[in-house]
């Protein structure tokens, strides 16, 4: 259920150190005041020489299409390093973006001319408004912040560039200031994971490969994720016998339905409520495809390759209206046009740099993403993979719209540890990046460090701790 985001609920302003508030600062207090429940409470460290994990983490993400704020309280347990990683999801739901800064960021991208001053301020209010959305969704579901250990958040890309020209360097810009959300919630923030991934010479995305192999992973079947989301992924992770998560790569095909999105929004229509019209019926007009299939340079670069709003944003969707328009199409037939368009792509990616058709066709395809429930595009696919048997990321026990918060969710608790993340085997750089996002310190920032720590035992090294190899998901009873 998503839940709408009307106006702006109070939220902690700073660290506020009264005696009844937060558990941790109650505990500091009670030190201070030299309380007799100061030995009560031993550290971790002194309750055992090896304690496991468990990390309460609350992930948050902002897909491309900027509709929804989606969350998944995570549980993450682990008995050792080298021991099977548990993750059980605690609670997930979604939370409306308010149409106001949806809006007036659809407008900057489309003047393509923000000032500093305005890219600040609309860093500084998406991380306000994360805040409030964390609010929103701790508050409907019974949810102590105090219980949280800490926060991964995804951010709002509005741009990335992963393969720059020549004399430039790979950037990104990412909305939502990980320090603003730690300040109104007094919960330790991980965000801005892409600049890490780009600082170490790789593109900054595809994010979520590690999860996707470590839930699809098989002993003899070869499994392909497609994300359909503003933009699309694939990901392909070989049989087990094969190489499984060791040899799986992934990238960007290019268009999800960011520009689907951006045609019912230009003739006049919401893409959230209107998915039903009559503008779902139309005639595909087919020279456009093809010449865009043809033509488009992001579609001809081989792989690695990651894109976002930049290429097919609101500017080409435009073009595309106005290339069928010239044709005598209808809106309905523009829609249509562009939902092929987007299949196609998918499938021409899929075909060009995967295995192969006959690969594919006896594999197991999983879809996920908002273009799940756009019918044409899954049956675009499955009439040009029939062989292949089509799924839902359900089966993994993570549900479709909480993958990406439990991915930053999981990228947030590695950060804290410093344990490296499986790395696809179509990287710019192979190397691990250990530490994939910037840390802004909440109110029991001491006690997360200690916990970090102390897992796996005190003096171990980033290269000591081993990479995740299994990945179980609890069920709830």
């Given at each position: 259920m998503v839940t709408v985001m009307k106006g702006l609920i109070p939220a902690p302003k700073g660290r506020v150190r009264t005696s009844v508030g937060h558990?941790?600062?109650?505990?500091?207090?009670?030190?201070?005041?030299?309380?007799?429940?100061?030995?009560s409470s031993p550290s971790p460290s002194a309750e055992q020489n090896n304690p496991g994990l468990d990390l309460l983490i609350l992930g948050l993400?902002?897909?491309?299409?900027m509709d929804d704020i989606d969350f998944a309280l995570c549980r993450f347990t682990q008995g050792s390093p080298e021991a099977p990683l548990c993750l059980e999801i605690v609670q997930y739901d979604s939370v409306v973006m308010p149409s106001k800064i949806r809006s007036d960021i659809l407008a900057m991208l489309r003047e393509d001319a923000a000032p500093p001053s305005m890219l600040s301020q609309m860093d500084a209010e998406m991380g306000h408004t994360f805040a409030n959305a964390i609010h929103i969704f701790t508050h409907k579901h019974g949810?102590?912040?105090?219980?949280?250990?800490?926060?991964?958040?995804?951010?709002?890309?509005?741009?990335?560039?992963?393969?720059?020209?020549?004399?430039?360097?790979?950037s990104n810009m990412c909305l939502g200031e990980g320090a603003v959300i730690s300040a109104k919630t007094g919960v330790t923030t991980v965000s801005d994971y892409r600049t890490a991934e780009q600082a170490v010479g790789r593109q900054g995305a595809p994010l979520f490969a590690y999860l996707v192999g470590l839930l699809l992973h098989h002993p003899t079947?070869?499994?392909?994720?497609?994300?359909?989301?503003g933009i699309t992924t694939v990901c392909f992770i070989p049989p087990d016998n094969r190489g499984g998560i060791d040899a799986m790569y992934d990238w960007d095909t290019g268009p999800g339905t960011c520009m689907i999105d951006s045609a019912f929004r230009q003739f006049g229509l919401d893409p959230t409520t209107d998915q039903a019209s009559s503008l779902l019926y139309g005639q595909i007009c087919h020279p456009v495809v093809e010449e865009l299939l043809a033509n488009d340079e992001y579609l001809k670069t081989r792989p690695p390759k990651t894109t976002a709003r930049e290429i097919f944003g609101d500017a080409m969707a435009h073009r595309i209206v106005e290339m069928c328009a010239y044709r005598g199409c209808t809106p309905a037939d523009t829609i249509a046009t562009l939902t092929r368009f987007t299949s196609a792509s998918i499938?021409?990616?899929?075909?060009?740099?995967?295995?192969?058709?006959?690969?594919?066709?006896n594999a197991d395809i999983i879809v996920d993403g908002r273009g799940m429930s756009n019918m044409q595009l899954i049956a675009d696919l499955q009439n040009e993979f029939p062989g292949a048997t089509f799924g839902t990321f359900e089966s993994t026990g993570v549900p479709s719209n909480a993958k990406k918060a439990v991915g930053f969710a999981m990228q947030a608790m590695e950060a804290i540890l410093g344990r490296a993340l499986p790395v696809p085997t179509n990287a710019d750089v192979r190397r691990p990046n250990t530490i994939t996002g910037k840390l802004a310190p909440g109110l029991r920032w001491r006690e997360i460090i200690e916990k970090s720590v102390a897992f796996g035992g005190a003096g171990r090294g980033w290269e000591g701790l081993p990479e995740v190899r299994e990945l179980i998901v609890k069920q709830k009873v």
């Open positions: 558990k941790y600062l109650e505990a500091l207090q009670s030190k201070v005041n030299g309380g007799s429940d100061t030995s993400t902002s897909g491309t299409a949810i102590a912040l105090d219980d949280i250990d800490m926060i991964g958040s995804g951010g709002q890309l509005i741009t990335l560039t992963g393969f720059p020209p020549h004399g430039q360097h790979r079947r070869l499994q392909i994720c497609i994300t359909i989301g499938a021409q990616q899929m075909l060009v740099f995967g295995p192969g058709r006959e690969a594919i066709n």
